[in-house]
T-cell receptor, first 113, second 113 residues
Framework: DQQVKQNSPSLSVQEGRISILNCDYT??????FLWYKKYPAEGPTFLIS?????DKNEDGRFTVFLNKSAKHLSLHIVPSQPGDSAVYFC????????????FGKGTKLTVNP | SAVISQKPSRDICQRGTSLTIQCQVD?????MFWYRQQPGQSLTLIAT?????????ESGFVIDKFPISRPNLTFSTLTVSNMSPEDSSIYLC??????????FGQGTRLTVV
């Protein structure tokens, strides 16, 4: 039973436009959510996180939105750049921090020049 | 963020043999974790490597198959024992604590033939 779901295996957008990556979760005990980016042959790189006490967190071009009632979060990238092309993983944990992260299967983002 | 070095980066192994993966961190860390990413799947936590005591394994993973050592606060090893083709995966070392995001090594791509 997948507790964290990324239902779009892939997404393609034009350079300069907004990329929106979605993630749904089923475990209401999750209270800390993270997004990671992964290039081929590299480990995941931390992008941005959000605690369940917030509904939005921004860091430069990246914004994460959390809708607790819908058990849904999204990552917005504005403007999208070709270097953003990678696989993006959504992850969640109970109790915050690094312990027992549960990951989605990832969404492959392609940003076209 | 910590710099995490994982060795080997990739290997091709015969079934029935064992492979030990090393994870070295450039600073002392509280928590070290081992994840597995099977082809087309999400990252799954294998175990938490505890310094000075036995690792804590997640459901579906056992010490006989995935023995883990953590002799100090900067180093850990994961052994994949008696390998079969189903063990072909990317194995990832991760570090973090209870209050921050997790950081990952570059991963070990294992192919069992």
């Amino acid at each position: 039973d997948q507790q964290v779901k990324q239902n779009s295996p892939s997404l393609s957008v034009q350079e300069g436009r907004i990329s929106i990556l979605n993630c749904d979760y089923t475990n209401s005990m999750f209270d800390y959510f993270l997004w990671y980016k992964k290039y081929p042959a590299e480990g995941p790189t931390f992008l941005i996180s959000i605690s369940s006490i917030k509904d939005k967190n921004e860091d430069g071009r990246f914004t994460v939105f959390l809708n607790k009632s819908a058990k849904h979060l999204s990552l917005h990238i504005v403007p999208s750049q070709p270097g953003d092309s990678a696989v993006y993983f959504c992850a969640a944990s109970e109790g915050g921090g690094s312990e027992k992260l549960v990951f989605g299967k990832g969404t492959k983002l392609t940003v076209n020049p | 963020s910590a710099v995490i070095s994982q060795k080997p980066s990739r290997d091709i192994c015969q079934r029935g043999t064992s492979l030990t993966i090393q994870c070295q961190v450039d600073s002392q860390v509280t928590m070290m974790f081992w994840y597995r990413q099977q082809p087309g799947q999400s990252l799954t936590l294998i175990a938490t490597a505890n310094q000075g005591s036995e690792a804590t394994y997640e459901s579906g993973f056992v010490i006989d198959k995935f023995p883990i050592s953590r002799p100090n606060l900067t180093f850990s090893t994961l052994t994949v024992s008696n390998m079969s083709p189903e063990d072909s995966s990317i194995y990832l070392c991760s570090v973090g604590d209870a209050y921050t995001e997790a950081f990952f090594g570059q991963g070990t791509r294992l192919t069992v033939v």
